[in-house]
């Protein structure tokens, strides 16, 4: 059972950054394609970065030029760094495959707020 731990969350002031970082219990990152996923009390989960085995990224539109996903095989570590925040950022933020696969963490909470 892969267990996944994020954190780096926080509060921040829009226009602010913050890198999140994704644990992995073992080596899952070189196999599969990987998610950073957020969810808000008024949206559903929502897909916001992939990193695919090759390293390719995509971004949904919202986030597109303002959040960069990255990893690391060797630490079994992904990252969101997360520039010119907004407050509809704001949102708990978890990783996992994509599509999902793996028992959900629980989160990292960002708040975008001044």
């Known amino acids: 059972q892969v267990q996944l731990v994020e954190s780096g969350g926080g509060l921040v002031q829009p226009g602010g950054s913050l890198m999140l970082s994704c644990a992995a219990s073992?080596?899952?990152?070189?196999?599969?394609?990987m998610g950073w996923y957020r969810q808000s009390p008024e949206k559903q989960r929502e897909l916001v970065a992939i990193i695919s085995t090759d390293g390719t990224t995509n971004y949904a539109d919202s986030v597109k030029g303002r959040f960069t996903i990255s990893r690391d095989h060797a630490k079994n570590m992904m990252y969101l760094q997360m520039n010119s925040l907004k407050p509809e950022d704001t949102a708990v933020y978890y990783c996992?495959?994509?599509?999902?696969?793996?028992?959900w963490g629980r989160g990292t909470q960002v708040t975008v707020s001044s």
């Open positions: 996992n495959r994509d599509p999902p696969l793996f028992q």
């Open positions: 073992r080596s899952i990152f070189s196999i599969n394609a």
